[in-house]
């Protein structure tokens, strides 16, 4: 079975990099709506250290839904998620297949990003690591909350849109423990708590979502 | 609903054809027995084994081909097939050669190629390789010859016909003539179950068996 959802993500991955044009789209992105705020607010160093890591997190928040939809239309328009139901291999394990194939497209480009984007905001040297590191942590909760979201909406023409307003409300969870967590470090109070129970949310994410979005997707279909 | 009162059997060695008008529910059957859609009720059993929604055993006797190819656009055709293959054989350590296959079809020569550059009929014919490297030995084809030329309706019906030879089973649904041999197939015309034309069944009732 291992072998199976690993031959899935390599799938996905080779795609992906074959298209190329997603990934580079929402790395772009995400740099776009960072560069955004100092236009708007002002280059006032105090302020922009102030907010920058709730900014980079937001930011990164909507690049993830970006590349969201297409994560089963893909599959649904060329036949190969019927293949996938009658297949050998649970649609649960397909699902969490790709939804580590999208985090592994779309997070990991986005977490390489960040450093460039915290010198650009001001981020205070100390919370370099701790914003890579709880971003590393949350965005797998992304794309296991976002694979449930693209899953419901896998039949409708312009689910884009339903999706970002089904998902972006389970994503609040994380991005309050994710700024908290860097935060706290970058007052020197203690982070462990915040970075644990990101972790946990992740985890959970990981472990609930593919059941349901597995259900949706039979439903959708029938 | 679509259909109802029907009841086939399909031996080993023999092939059902659905026939029938648009709509008539041809592909909605090849998805009931592939459990893609659920049936209202009815029976389908191989001996005497109800397989009705048991993924476990479609998953491994059932190989199903449908309207869409189920190929990447992206990928060669080599590609395509050496990642269906790997689904199907997990479990065993030899799988079908690709390259054999591929021969097989007539797509010998672009097997190296990007699907999206390929024609629909070839696009078609590299779907039937998937069938062949599916060790299922029952199955579902649905418009099998949408897209095929002359030469490749003749080369479906060879791989039919071989599959029959060699005990596999066909559910096939198709408005033409597919070319199986007469003796090994028999026609099922949907429109006969149709709720406007079946007074038969009183009540919503499906017997489907196989075997």
Not at chain 2, 29 to 52: F, R, Y
Not at chain 2, 60 to 71: P, T, V
Not at chain 2, 103 to 123: T, Y
Not at chain 2, 140 to 149: C, N, R, S, Y
Request: contains cysteine; hydrophobic residues 50%.
């Amino acid at each position: 079975m291992l072998k199976l959802a690993l031959s899935i993500i390599a799938r996905d991955l080779r795609l992906s990099l074959r298209q190329g044009s997603s990934t580079t789209m929402v790395m772009g992105f995400f740099v776009m709506v960072v560069i955004l705020f100092p236009f708007a607010i002002g280059p006032e160093q105090a302020i922009l250290a102030r907010i920058s890591v709730g900014v980079i997190w937001i930011a990164a928040l909507l690049s993830c839904l970006l590349s969201l939809d297409r994560m089963f239309q893909a599959d649904h328009e060329d036949g190969a998620l019927d293949q996938f139901m009658i297949g050998p291999m649970p649609l649960e394990l397909v699902v969490m297949a790709k939804c580590i194939a999208h985090w592994l497209t779309t997070s990991l480009p986005l977490i390489s990003l960040t450093p460039i984007l915290g010198i650009m905001m001001n981020l205070p040297p100390q919370g370099f690591l701790p914003l890579m590191l709880t971003m590393l942590l949350g965005t797998p909760a992304l794309s296991f909350i976002g694979g449930l979201g693209a899953s419901l909406t896998v039949t409708l023409r312009r689910g884009g849109a339903i999706l970002s307003l089904l998902i972006l409300p389970f994503y609040i969870p994380v991005l309050i423990f994710g700024v908290l967590a860097v935060r706290a470090s970058i007052d020197g109070s203690p982070a462990g708590g915040h970075i644990m129970l990101l972790g946990g949310f992740s985890l959970f994410a990981a472990a609930m979502t593919p059941w349901a979005a597995a259900a949706a997707l039979r439903a959708g279909l029938e | 609903m679509i259909f109802s009162g029907l009841d086939f059997a399909v031996p080993p060695g023999g092939a059902l054809i659905l026939n029938g008008p648009n709509g008539s529910g041809k592909s909605s059957l090849l998805k009931i027995i592939a459990a893609l859609l659920p049936a209202h009720s009815g029976l389908l059993s191989v001996g005497s084994e109800d397989i009705l929604g048991d993924r476990d055993w479609i998953s491994r006797n059932l190989c199903y081909l449908a309207h869409k190819n189920g190929l990447k656009p992206d990928m060669t055709v080599a590609e395509n097939l050496t990642f269906w293959a790997s689904m199907m054989y997990h479990d065993s350590n030899i799988g079908p050669n690709i390259n054999d296959i591929a021969a097989q079809v007539g797509l010998a020569h672009c097997r190296d190629l990007a699907i999206r550059f390929l024609s629909s009929g070839q696009a078609r014919r590299a779907a039937l390789a998937r069938v062949l490297c599916h060790p299922g030995r029952i199955w579902l084809l649905d418009e099998p010859t949408v897209g095929l030329d002359a030469n490749g309706a003749a080369l479906l019906a060879g791989l039919m016909n071989d599959h029959l030879a060699q005990g596999g089973r066909i559910l096939a649904a198709s408005h033409i003539n597919l070319g199986i041999d007469p003796d090994k197939s028999t026609g099922l015309d949907m429109a006969d179950f149709s709720p406007g034309a079946s007074r038969r069944s009183v009540y919503d009732r499906a017997e489907d068996v196989i075997c």
